[in-house]
Protein backbone atom coordinates (compact mmCIF):
# COMPACT_ATOMS: atom_id res chain seq x y z
CA UNK A 1 0.00 0.00 0.00
CA UNK A 2 1.34 3.34 -0.87
CA UNK A 3 0.43 6.29 1.86
CA UNK A 4 0.84 9.97 0.92
CA UNK A 5 1.67 11.23 4.45
CA UNK A 6 0.48 14.82 4.18
CA UNK A 7 1.77 17.11 7.28
CA UNK A 8 1.47 20.87 8.61
CA UNK A 9 4.08 22.41 10.90
CA UNK A 10 5.64 18.72 11.54
CA UNK A 11 7.73 15.46 10.04
CA UNK A 12 9.76 15.52 8.52
CA UNK A 13 11.00 18.63 9.76
CA UNK A 14 13.40 18.11 13.14
CA UNK A 15 11.12 20.90 14.81
CA UNK A 16 7.58 21.32 15.43
CA UNK A 17 4.24 19.28 15.86
CA UNK A 18 3.54 15.84 15.52
CA UNK A 19 7.15 14.65 14.32
CA UNK A 20 7.92 12.19 16.65
CA UNK A 21 3.87 10.32 16.24
CA UNK A 22 4.63 10.54 12.44
CA UNK A 23 7.54 9.21 12.60
CA UNK A 24 6.74 5.92 15.12
CA UNK A 25 3.75 5.43 12.73
CA UNK A 26 5.92 5.04 9.56
CA UNK A 27 9.21 2.79 10.95
CA UNK A 28 6.22 0.86 12.33
CA UNK A 29 4.95 0.14 9.27
CA UNK A 30 7.52 -0.90 7.22
CA UNK A 31 5.27 -3.26 5.00
CA UNK A 32 4.05 0.06 3.45
CA UNK A 33 5.24 2.65 1.20
CA UNK A 34 5.22 6.49 2.46
CA UNK A 35 5.08 9.55 0.06
CA UNK A 36 5.85 12.48 2.55
CA UNK A 37 3.56 15.67 1.49
CA UNK A 38 5.46 18.58 4.15
CA UNK A 39 3.60 21.93 5.01
CA UNK A 40 5.95 24.08 6.53
CA UNK A 41 5.28 26.52 8.93
CA UNK A 42 8.39 28.89 9.74
CA UNK A 43 11.64 29.65 7.87
CA UNK A 44 13.54 28.66 10.54
CA UNK A 45 11.32 25.17 10.27
CA UNK A 46 12.85 24.87 6.92
CA UNK A 47 16.64 25.91 7.64
CA UNK A 48 16.68 23.56 10.55
CA UNK A 49 16.58 19.98 7.72
CA UNK A 50 14.71 16.72 8.45
CA UNK A 51 15.06 13.77 11.06
CA UNK A 52 16.79 10.73 9.19
CA UNK A 53 14.12 8.63 7.30
CA UNK A 54 13.60 5.24 6.71
CA UNK A 55 13.83 3.43 3.74
CA UNK A 56 9.98 3.02 3.30
CA UNK A 57 9.91 6.70 2.88
CA UNK A 58 10.22 7.00 -0.84
CA UNK A 59 10.07 10.74 -1.57
CA UNK A 60 9.44 13.94 -0.02
CA UNK A 61 7.82 16.90 -1.40
CA UNK A 62 7.66 20.42 0.80
CA UNK A 63 6.04 23.96 0.46
CA UNK A 64 5.81 26.77 2.80
CA UNK A 65 3.08 28.17 4.76
CA UNK A 66 4.68 31.12 5.82
CA UNK A 67 5.36 32.53 2.76
CA UNK A 68 3.01 33.28 -0.51
CA UNK A 69 5.63 32.41 -3.71
CA UNK A 70 3.59 34.44 -6.46
CA UNK A 71 4.26 32.53 -9.49
CA UNK A 72 3.86 35.76 -11.54
CA UNK A 73 0.43 33.92 -13.37
CA UNK A 74 -1.65 36.60 -15.56
CA UNK A 75 -5.61 36.28 -15.66
CA UNK A 76 -7.28 36.60 -18.34
CA UNK A 77 -10.56 38.28 -18.56
CA UNK A 78 -12.04 34.58 -18.64
CA UNK A 79 -10.36 33.71 -15.52
CA UNK A 80 -10.49 36.77 -13.23
CA UNK A 81 -14.74 36.52 -13.95
CA UNK A 82 -14.16 32.88 -13.06
CA UNK A 83 -12.38 33.64 -9.71
CA UNK A 84 -15.04 36.91 -9.09
CA UNK A 85 -17.75 34.44 -9.49
CA UNK A 86 -16.35 31.60 -7.32
CA UNK A 87 -14.67 34.02 -4.30
CA UNK A 88 -18.32 35.72 -4.34
CA UNK A 89 -20.26 32.29 -3.81
CA UNK A 90 -17.27 31.62 -0.86
CA UNK A 91 -17.88 34.80 0.52
CA UNK A 92 -21.71 34.50 0.57
CA UNK A 93 -21.11 31.03 2.53
CA UNK A 94 -18.74 33.05 5.04
CA UNK A 95 -21.35 35.82 5.56
CA UNK A 96 -24.64 34.36 5.73
CA UNK A 97 -26.26 34.04 9.13
CA UNK A 98 -27.22 30.17 9.81
CA UNK A 99 -31.13 29.29 9.72
CA UNK A 100 -33.19 29.91 12.93
CA UNK A 101 -32.71 26.81 14.99
CA UNK A 102 -29.88 25.50 13.08
CA UNK A 103 -26.87 25.96 15.76
CA UNK A 104 -24.07 28.08 14.11
CA UNK A 105 -21.56 25.54 15.12
CA UNK A 106 -22.79 22.69 13.13
CA UNK A 107 -22.51 22.60 9.31
CA UNK A 108 -23.28 20.20 7.84
CA UNK A 109 -24.73 18.27 4.89
CA UNK A 110 -28.38 19.14 5.87
CA UNK A 111 -26.93 23.00 5.57
CA UNK A 112 -27.53 24.59 2.04
CA UNK A 113 -24.56 27.05 2.70
CA UNK A 114 -22.50 23.78 3.63
CA UNK A 115 -22.80 22.88 0.08
CA UNK A 116 -22.64 26.45 -1.39
CA UNK A 117 -19.43 27.02 0.79
CA UNK A 118 -17.71 23.59 -0.60
CA UNK A 119 -18.62 24.18 -4.65
CA UNK A 120 -16.90 27.55 -4.49
CA UNK A 121 -14.05 25.79 -3.34
CA UNK A 122 -13.65 23.09 -5.92
CA UNK A 123 -14.20 26.04 -8.10
CA UNK A 124 -11.31 27.94 -7.02
CA UNK A 125 -9.15 24.61 -6.76
CA UNK A 126 -9.61 23.89 -10.52
CA UNK A 127 -8.95 27.64 -11.47
CA UNK A 128 -6.01 27.27 -9.39
CA UNK A 129 -4.61 24.33 -11.42
CA UNK A 130 -6.12 25.62 -14.57
CA UNK A 131 -4.19 29.03 -14.61
CA UNK A 132 -1.51 28.39 -12.40
CA UNK A 133 -2.10 29.47 -8.83
CA UNK A 134 -4.43 32.33 -7.04
CA UNK A 135 -2.07 33.83 -4.67
CA UNK A 136 -2.27 37.37 -6.03
CA UNK A 137 -5.58 36.41 -6.60
CA UNK A 138 -7.14 35.88 -3.15
CA UNK A 139 -5.79 38.98 -1.84
CA UNK A 140 -6.92 41.42 -4.53
CA UNK A 141 -9.24 43.98 -4.58
CA UNK A 142 -11.63 41.77 -6.54
CA UNK A 143 -11.26 39.71 -3.28
CA UNK A 144 -12.36 42.56 -0.65
CA UNK A 145 -15.23 43.57 -2.78
CA UNK A 146 -16.82 40.35 -2.84
CA UNK A 147 -16.55 40.05 0.87
CA UNK A 148 -18.07 43.77 1.54
CA UNK A 149 -20.57 43.05 -0.51
CA UNK A 150 -21.48 39.43 0.98
CA UNK A 151 -21.18 41.40 4.79
CA UNK A 152 -24.00 43.66 3.14
CA UNK A 153 -26.22 41.62 1.65
CA UNK A 154 -29.53 41.01 3.33
CA UNK A 155 -29.25 37.98 6.27
CA UNK A 156 -25.47 38.30 6.70
CA UNK A 157 -23.80 37.88 9.96
CA UNK A 158 -25.20 40.99 12.37
CA UNK A 159 -21.20 41.01 13.64
CA UNK A 160 -20.03 41.06 9.94
CA UNK A 161 -22.82 43.81 8.78
CA UNK A 162 -20.51 46.89 10.11
CA UNK A 163 -16.91 45.44 8.94
CA UNK A 164 -14.72 48.42 6.79
CA UNK A 165 -12.02 47.77 4.77
CA UNK A 166 -9.15 47.24 6.96
CA UNK A 167 -10.99 44.46 8.35
CA UNK A 168 -11.87 43.06 4.99
CA UNK A 169 -8.28 43.67 4.06
CA UNK A 170 -7.68 41.54 7.45
CA UNK A 171 -9.76 38.36 6.48
CA UNK A 172 -9.21 38.19 2.60
CA UNK A 173 -5.33 37.72 3.98
CA UNK A 174 -5.86 35.13 6.56
CA UNK A 175 -8.44 33.44 3.95
CA UNK A 176 -5.26 33.67 1.28
CA UNK A 177 -2.85 32.04 3.66
CA UNK A 178 -5.78 29.34 4.66
CA UNK A 179 -6.24 28.23 0.82
CA UNK A 180 -2.76 28.33 -0.07
CA UNK A 181 -2.80 24.36 -0.69
CA UNK A 182 -4.94 25.35 -3.36
CA UNK A 183 -2.18 26.66 -5.48
CA UNK A 184 0.02 23.43 -5.02
CA UNK A 185 1.37 21.28 -7.81
CA UNK A 186 0.95 18.18 -5.97
CA UNK A 187 -2.35 16.80 -7.26
CA UNK A 188 -1.64 15.07 -10.56
CA UNK A 189 -0.90 11.37 -11.51
CA UNK A 190 2.78 11.60 -10.20
CA UNK A 191 2.07 13.44 -7.30
CA UNK A 192 -0.81 12.63 -4.68
CA UNK A 193 -2.69 11.02 -7.39
CA UNK A 194 -0.79 7.85 -7.64
CA UNK A 195 -0.87 7.05 -3.89
CA UNK A 196 -3.64 5.03 -2.82
CA UNK A 197 -4.37 6.53 0.69
CA UNK A 198 -4.04 10.52 1.62
CA UNK A 199 -3.47 10.39 5.32
CA UNK A 200 -3.49 13.85 6.97
CA UNK A 201 -2.20 14.35 10.01
CA UNK A 202 -3.80 17.53 11.20
CA UNK A 203 -6.41 19.71 10.49
CA UNK A 204 -6.69 22.49 8.47
CA UNK A 205 -4.06 23.24 5.49
CA UNK A 206 -2.80 19.40 5.34
CA UNK A 207 -6.62 18.14 5.65
CA UNK A 208 -7.23 20.76 3.16
CA UNK A 209 -4.48 19.06 0.94
CA UNK A 210 -5.80 16.06 0.77
CA UNK A 211 -9.59 17.23 0.44
CA UNK A 212 -8.41 18.45 -3.08
CA UNK A 213 -6.57 15.19 -3.59
CA UNK A 214 -9.72 13.40 -3.46
CA UNK A 215 -11.60 16.03 -5.52
CA UNK A 216 -8.97 15.84 -8.24
CA UNK A 217 -7.86 11.93 -8.20
CA UNK A 218 -10.24 10.09 -6.43
CA UNK A 219 -7.89 9.21 -3.44
CA UNK A 220 -9.53 8.78 -0.16
CA UNK A 221 -9.01 10.25 2.92
CA UNK A 222 -7.85 10.00 6.39
CA UNK A 223 -7.83 12.76 8.69
CA UNK A 224 -6.44 12.57 12.24
CA UNK A 225 -6.60 15.13 14.77
CA UNK A 226 -5.08 14.74 18.44
CA UNK A 227 -5.43 18.73 18.55
CA UNK A 228 -8.84 20.19 17.01
CA UNK A 229 -8.38 22.77 14.62
CA UNK A 230 -11.17 24.46 14.98
CA UNK A 231 -10.99 23.84 18.85
CA UNK A 232 -6.98 25.69 18.38
CA UNK A 233 -8.60 28.90 16.55
CA UNK A 234 -10.95 29.47 18.95
CA UNK A 235 -8.68 29.47 21.78
CA UNK A 236 -5.75 31.11 20.34
CA UNK A 237 -7.42 33.82 17.59
CA UNK A 238 -6.68 37.42 18.49
CA UNK A 239 -8.78 40.23 19.60
CA UNK A 240 -9.47 41.36 16.72
CA UNK A 241 -12.26 43.68 15.95
CA UNK A 242 -16.02 41.77 16.03
CA UNK A 243 -16.44 41.52 12.30
CA UNK A 244 -12.97 39.65 11.48
CA UNK A 245 -13.22 37.25 14.63
CA UNK A 246 -16.95 36.37 13.13
CA UNK A 247 -15.56 35.86 9.67
CA UNK A 248 -12.64 33.41 10.21
CA UNK A 249 -14.84 31.62 12.80
CA UNK A 250 -17.25 31.02 9.79
CA UNK A 251 -14.15 30.21 7.36
CA UNK A 252 -12.59 28.02 9.89
CA UNK A 253 -16.50 26.12 10.82
CA UNK A 254 -17.18 25.51 6.83
CA UNK A 255 -13.63 24.08 6.30
CA UNK A 256 -14.00 21.59 8.95
CA UNK A 257 -17.38 20.53 8.00
CA UNK A 258 -16.51 20.11 4.25
CA UNK A 259 -12.83 18.02 5.60
CA UNK A 260 -15.48 15.83 8.10
CA UNK A 261 -17.90 15.08 5.17
CA UNK A 262 -15.67 14.07 2.75
CA UNK A 263 -13.23 12.21 4.45
CA UNK A 264 -13.69 8.19 4.43
CA UNK A 265 -12.31 8.11 8.14
CA UNK A 266 -11.50 10.33 11.12
CA UNK A 267 -9.26 9.62 13.99
CA UNK A 268 -9.94 11.73 16.98
CA UNK A 269 -7.09 11.53 19.45
CA UNK A 270 -9.63 11.29 22.64
CA UNK A 271 -13.50 11.53 23.33
CA UNK A 272 -12.98 15.52 24.02
CA UNK A 273 -11.67 16.03 20.49
CA UNK A 274 -14.19 13.55 19.04
CA UNK A 275 -17.04 15.70 20.31
CA UNK A 276 -15.57 18.59 18.68
CA UNK A 277 -15.71 16.52 15.70
CA UNK A 278 -19.61 15.28 15.96
CA UNK A 279 -20.34 19.25 16.71
CA UNK A 280 -18.81 20.08 13.55
CA UNK A 281 -20.88 17.85 11.48
CA UNK A 282 -18.54 14.63 11.47
CA UNK A 283 -20.56 11.20 11.00
CA UNK A 284 -19.98 9.14 13.58
CA UNK A 285 -19.99 5.91 11.34
CA UNK A 286 -16.34 7.42 10.00
CA UNK A 287 -14.68 8.31 13.68
CA UNK A 288 -12.71 5.79 15.32
CA UNK A 289 -10.74 7.06 18.22
CA UNK A 290 -6.83 6.35 18.09
CA UNK A 291 -4.77 7.47 21.21
CA UNK A 292 -1.49 8.78 20.72
CA UNK A 293 1.44 6.27 21.34
CA UNK A 294 4.11 7.14 23.31
CA UNK A 295 7.36 5.29 23.62
CA UNK A 296 6.86 3.38 27.52
CA UNK A 297 10.84 2.18 27.71
CA UNK A 298 12.16 5.08 28.24
CA UNK A 299 10.10 5.15 31.60
CA UNK A 300 10.23 1.36 32.55
CA UNK A 301 13.21 1.71 35.03
CA UNK A 302 11.00 4.18 37.31
CA UNK A 303 7.50 2.39 37.22
CA UNK A 304 9.21 -0.83 38.29
CA UNK A 305 10.60 0.89 41.06
CA UNK A 306 9.30 3.04 43.71
CA UNK A 307 12.98 3.57 45.32
CA UNK A 308 14.32 7.41 45.26
CA UNK A 309 10.55 8.93 45.24
CA UNK A 310 10.54 11.70 48.26
CA UNK A 311 7.40 10.93 50.19
CA UNK A 312 6.76 14.36 50.73
CA UNK A 313 7.52 15.64 47.14
CA UNK A 314 4.75 16.94 44.53
CA UNK A 315 5.97 17.39 40.73
CA UNK A 316 4.84 19.45 38.14
CA UNK A 317 6.35 18.65 34.34
CA UNK A 318 5.70 20.60 31.62
CA UNK A 319 5.90 23.58 29.19
CA UNK A 320 5.69 26.86 31.24
CA UNK A 321 3.10 29.04 29.95
CA UNK A 322 -0.57 30.63 31.32
CA UNK A 323 -2.75 27.83 30.74
CA UNK A 324 -1.01 25.62 33.00
CA UNK A 325 -2.08 27.86 36.04
CA UNK A 326 0.81 27.68 38.20
CA UNK A 327 -0.18 30.48 40.17
CA UNK A 328 -2.90 28.36 41.18
CA UNK A 329 -1.06 25.26 41.99
CA UNK A 330 1.79 27.78 44.53
CA UNK A 331 -1.81 29.12 46.02
CA UNK A 332 -2.40 25.23 46.25
CA UNK A 333 0.79 24.42 47.56
CA UNK A 334 0.84 27.36 50.52
CA UNK A 335 -1.76 25.59 51.51
CA UNK A 336 -0.53 22.32 52.13
CA UNK A 337 2.77 23.28 53.44
CA UNK A 338 0.48 24.72 56.40
CA UNK A 339 -0.90 21.44 56.98
CA UNK A 340 2.04 19.16 55.66
CA UNK A 341 5.59 20.59 56.66
CA UNK A 342 7.46 18.54 54.93
CA UNK A 343 5.92 19.17 51.42
CA UNK A 344 7.83 20.37 48.82
CA UNK A 345 6.85 21.51 44.99
CA UNK A 346 9.29 21.12 42.44
CA UNK A 347 8.21 22.47 39.38
CA UNK A 348 10.04 21.08 36.01
CA UNK A 349 9.62 22.86 32.61
CA UNK A 350 10.79 26.16 30.44
CA UNK A 351 9.39 28.43 28.72
CA UNK A 352 9.06 28.11 25.24
CA UNK A 353 8.64 31.67 24.29
CA UNK A 354 8.07 35.82 24.99
CA UNK A 355 4.92 35.34 27.11
CA UNK A 356 6.31 31.82 28.86
CA UNK A 357 9.36 33.35 29.91
CA UNK A 358 7.19 36.71 31.22
CA UNK A 359 4.88 33.96 33.04
CA UNK A 360 7.97 32.28 34.83
CA UNK A 361 9.35 35.23 36.34
CA UNK A 362 5.41 36.24 37.75
CA UNK A 363 5.53 32.40 39.08
CA UNK A 364 8.96 32.84 40.49
CA UNK A 365 7.99 35.93 42.42
CA UNK A 366 4.76 35.08 43.60
CA UNK A 367 6.69 31.83 45.31
CA UNK A 368 8.91 34.66 46.99
CA UNK A 369 5.85 36.60 48.12
CA UNK A 370 3.99 32.80 49.86
CA UNK A 371 7.01 31.49 51.30
CA UNK A 372 9.07 35.29 52.47
CA UNK A 373 11.35 33.19 55.14
CA UNK A 374 12.80 30.55 52.18
CA UNK A 375 12.67 33.27 49.51
CA UNK A 376 16.06 33.61 49.23
CA UNK A 377 16.59 30.01 47.31
CA UNK A 378 13.67 30.09 45.78
CA UNK A 379 15.31 29.91 42.80
CA UNK A 380 16.96 26.43 43.27
CA UNK A 381 17.09 23.60 44.13
CA UNK A 382 17.85 22.49 47.83
CA UNK A 383 15.50 22.84 51.16
CA UNK A 384 13.33 25.49 50.05
CA UNK A 385 9.71 24.21 49.56
CA UNK A 386 9.64 25.46 46.20
CA UNK A 387 11.59 24.62 43.09
CA UNK A 388 12.28 25.75 39.52
CA UNK A 389 14.15 23.49 37.11
CA UNK A 390 14.73 22.47 33.92
CA UNK A 391 15.45 19.05 32.17
CA UNK A 392 19.42 18.22 31.46
CA UNK A 393 20.39 20.01 34.64
CA UNK A 394 22.35 18.03 37.57
CA UNK A 395 19.35 17.32 39.68
CA UNK A 396 16.89 16.29 36.61
CA UNK A 397 19.42 15.01 33.79
CA UNK A 398 16.09 13.55 31.86
CA UNK A 399 12.60 13.06 31.78
CA UNK A 400 12.46 9.96 33.98
CA UNK A 401 14.42 11.59 36.65
CA UNK A 402 11.78 14.28 37.35
CA UNK A 403 8.67 11.79 37.62
CA UNK A 404 11.19 9.39 39.56
CA UNK A 405 11.60 12.93 42.27
CA UNK A 406 8.44 13.09 43.53
CA UNK A 407 5.32 10.75 44.82
CA UNK A 408 3.00 12.63 43.31
CA UNK A 409 2.45 14.38 39.74
CA UNK A 410 0.01 17.52 39.93
CA UNK A 411 -1.30 18.99 36.87
CA UNK A 412 -2.88 22.37 37.13
CA UNK A 413 -3.96 23.59 33.93
CA UNK A 414 -7.19 24.99 32.94
CA UNK A 415 -6.98 24.60 29.26
CA UNK A 416 -5.47 20.66 28.23
CA UNK A 417 -6.00 18.50 25.15
CA UNK A 418 -4.19 15.04 25.17
CA UNK A 419 -2.13 15.38 28.85
CA UNK A 420 0.84 13.80 27.44
CA UNK A 421 2.85 14.50 31.32
CA UNK A 422 -0.37 12.99 32.48
CA UNK A 423 0.99 9.98 30.56
CA UNK A 424 4.50 10.14 31.39
CA UNK A 425 3.63 9.85 35.07
CA UNK A 426 1.16 7.17 34.57
CA UNK A 427 4.42 5.23 32.81
CA UNK A 428 6.41 5.74 35.76
CA UNK A 429 3.55 4.69 38.58
CA UNK A 430 2.92 7.62 40.18
CA UNK A 431 -0.06 8.55 41.47
CA UNK A 432 -1.43 11.52 40.06
CA UNK A 433 -3.84 14.41 40.92
CA UNK A 434 -5.10 16.74 38.15
CA UNK A 435 -7.28 19.78 36.76
CA UNK A 436 -10.58 18.19 34.95
CA UNK A 437 -9.89 19.81 31.64
CA UNK A 438 -9.49 18.36 28.21
CA UNK A 439 -9.22 14.32 27.61
CA UNK A 440 -7.85 14.38 31.47
CA UNK A 441 -10.46 12.00 33.34
CA UNK A 442 -10.52 9.85 29.85
CA UNK A 443 -6.75 9.32 30.64
CA UNK A 444 -6.57 8.69 33.98
CA UNK A 445 -10.18 6.22 33.86
CA UNK A 446 -9.88 6.35 37.80
CA UNK A 447 -6.47 5.74 38.20
CA UNK A 448 -6.02 9.16 40.05
CA UNK A 449 -8.19 12.10 41.61
CA UNK A 450 -8.99 14.60 39.44
CA UNK A 451 -10.61 18.50 40.71
CA UNK A 452 -11.94 21.11 39.06
CA UNK A 453 -9.69 23.59 37.27
CA UNK A 454 -8.85 27.18 39.37
CA UNK A 455 -9.95 25.94 42.48
CA UNK A 456 -6.54 25.91 44.88
CA UNK A 457 -8.36 24.31 48.21
CA UNK A 458 -9.40 21.36 46.18
CA UNK A 459 -6.17 20.48 44.35
CA UNK A 460 -4.44 20.69 47.92
CA UNK A 461 -7.28 18.80 49.75
CA UNK A 462 -6.56 16.20 46.93
CA UNK A 463 -2.53 15.89 46.80
CA UNK A 464 -2.86 16.08 50.94
CA UNK A 465 -4.57 13.12 50.74
CA UNK A 466 -2.64 11.15 48.75
CA UNK A 467 0.86 12.25 50.60
CA UNK A 468 -0.49 11.04 53.55
CA UNK A 469 -1.91 7.79 52.46
CA UNK A 470 0.93 5.70 50.72
CA UNK A 471 -1.02 2.36 50.35
CA UNK A 472 -3.25 4.71 48.38
CA UNK A 473 -0.57 6.10 46.22
CA UNK A 474 1.18 2.67 45.38
CA UNK A 475 -2.29 1.36 44.43
CA UNK A 476 -2.82 4.01 42.10
CA UNK A 477 0.08 3.87 40.88
CA UNK A 478 0.41 0.86 40.21
CA UNK A 479 -3.41 0.83 38.19
CA UNK A 480 -2.05 3.34 36.13
CA UNK A 481 1.17 2.14 34.52
CA UNK A 482 -1.47 -0.80 33.54
CA UNK A 483 -3.38 1.39 32.14
CA UNK A 484 -0.99 3.55 30.22
CA UNK A 485 0.78 0.33 28.80
CA UNK A 486 -2.23 -0.98 27.57
CA UNK A 487 -3.44 2.02 26.02
CA UNK A 488 -1.21 4.25 25.18
CA UNK A 489 1.93 3.03 23.65
CA UNK A 490 3.14 2.99 20.10
CA UNK A 491 2.36 -0.40 19.61
CA UNK A 492 -1.69 0.02 19.82
CA UNK A 493 -0.84 2.78 17.82
CA UNK A 494 0.51 1.84 15.05
CA UNK A 495 -1.86 -1.86 15.05
CA UNK A 496 -4.78 0.56 15.04
CA UNK A 497 -3.66 2.89 12.00
CA UNK A 498 -2.89 -0.50 10.32
CA UNK A 499 -6.26 -1.89 10.49
CA UNK A 500 -7.58 1.60 9.48
CA UNK A 501 -5.60 1.76 6.81
CA UNK A 502 -7.09 -1.88 5.24
CA UNK A 503 -10.52 -0.89 6.48
CA UNK A 504 -10.10 2.43 3.94
CA UNK A 505 -8.62 0.50 0.63
CA UNK A 506 -11.25 -2.19 1.27
CA UNK A 507 -13.77 -0.11 0.78
CA UNK A 508 -12.40 2.02 -2.18
CA UNK A 509 -12.17 1.44 -5.54
CA UNK A 510 -9.23 -0.40 -7.06
CA UNK A 511 -6.77 2.79 -8.49
CA UNK A 512 -3.75 1.17 -9.61
CA UNK A 513 -2.31 -2.60 -9.82
CA UNK A 514 0.40 -3.20 -7.64
CA UNK A 515 3.37 -4.84 -9.78
CA UNK A 516 6.73 -6.96 -8.38
CA UNK A 517 10.21 -6.28 -9.29
CA UNK A 518 9.93 -7.92 -12.93
CA UNK A 519 6.43 -5.80 -13.69
CA UNK A 520 4.08 -9.14 -12.30
CA UNK A 521 1.02 -8.14 -10.83
CA UNK A 522 1.58 -8.78 -7.20
CA UNK A 523 -1.34 -11.33 -6.17
CA UNK A 524 -3.63 -9.92 -2.95
CA UNK A 525 -1.34 -6.85 -3.23
CA UNK A 526 -4.84 -5.17 -2.70
CA UNK A 527 -7.29 -6.14 -0.65
CA UNK A 528 -10.14 -8.31 -2.41
CA UNK A 529 -12.70 -6.15 -1.18
CA UNK A 530 -10.96 -3.47 -3.74
CA UNK A 531 -11.62 -5.62 -6.79
CA UNK A 532 -15.37 -6.04 -6.99
CA UNK A 533 -17.67 -4.00 -8.61
CA UNK A 534 -21.17 -3.47 -7.37
CA UNK A 535 -22.71 -5.43 -4.51
CA UNK A 536 -22.27 -9.20 -3.73
CA UNK A 537 -25.87 -9.61 -5.19
CA UNK A 538 -28.24 -7.99 -7.45
CA UNK A 539 -31.53 -7.16 -5.99
CA UNK A 540 -34.57 -6.25 -7.96
CA UNK A 541 -37.81 -5.02 -6.93
CA UNK A 542 -40.20 -5.48 -10.15
CA UNK A 543 -42.12 -8.47 -10.80
CA UNK A 544 -40.84 -10.34 -8.18
CA UNK A 545 -41.19 -11.66 -4.22
CA UNK A 546 -39.77 -14.12 -1.77
CA UNK A 547 -41.68 -16.80 -0.98
CA UNK A 548 -41.98 -16.05 2.15
CA UNK A 549 -43.61 -12.78 1.84
CA UNK A 550 -47.06 -12.11 2.63
CA UNK A 551 -49.72 -11.04 -0.28
CA UNK A 552 -48.74 -7.78 -1.75
CA UNK A 553 -50.06 -4.59 -0.39
CA UNK A 554 -49.37 -1.24 2.06
CA UNK A 555 -48.02 -3.08 4.99
CA UNK A 556 -45.49 -5.70 2.87
CA UNK A 557 -44.33 -3.13 0.43
CA UNK A 558 -40.57 -2.52 1.72
CA UNK A 559 -40.11 -6.34 1.18
CA UNK A 560 -39.74 -5.62 -2.33
CA UNK A 561 -36.78 -4.21 -2.19
CA UNK A 562 -35.05 -7.55 -0.76
CA UNK A 563 -37.05 -10.11 -3.67
CA UNK A 564 -35.76 -12.86 -4.84
CA UNK A 565 -35.18 -13.81 -8.76
CA UNK A 566 -36.91 -16.82 -8.85
CA UNK A 567 -40.65 -16.04 -8.16
CA UNK A 568 -42.97 -13.52 -9.89
CA UNK A 569 -45.24 -11.23 -8.38
CA UNK A 570 -48.94 -11.77 -9.10
CA UNK A 571 -50.68 -8.82 -10.45
CA UNK A 572 -53.41 -7.09 -8.33
CA UNK A 573 -55.90 -8.69 -11.32
CA UNK A 574 -54.47 -12.02 -10.35
CA UNK A 575 -54.68 -11.82 -6.52
CA UNK A 576 -58.32 -11.62 -6.93
Request: aromatic share 6%; net charge negative; glycine share 10%.
Amino acid sequence: MRIGLITEGGYPYASGDARLWCDRLVRGLGQHEFDIYALSRTERQETEGWIPLPSQVSRVRTAPLWTAQHDGAVHGRRARRQFAEAYAELAAALCTAPQTGAPQSTPGPADPEADRFGSALYALAELARDVGGLVAALRSETAVRALEQACRAPGALRAARAARVPELLEVAAHVERALRPLSLDWYEEDGLGSVDLCHATTGGAAALTGLLAGYFAGVPLLVTEYGVQLRAHYLEAPDGAPPVRALLASFHRRLAAEVYQRAARITPGNTHARRWQERCGADRSKLRTVYPGMEASRFTDVGESADGADPYTLVWVGRVEPAKDLISLLHAFAEIRKQEPKARLRIVGAAADADGVAYLGHCRALAAQLFPDEAEGVHDVGDNPVSFEEIGGPEVPDLAEAYAAGAVVVLSSVVEGFPISLVEAMFCGRATVSTDVGAVVEVIGGTGLVVPPRNPRALAEACIALLRDPKRRERLGAAARARAVELFTVEQNVAAFHGIYLEILSHSPMRRVLVDDAGEPLPFGTPAEAHLPGRWTELRSVGVRPRWARAPGPATAPLRAFARLDEPVPTAEGAR
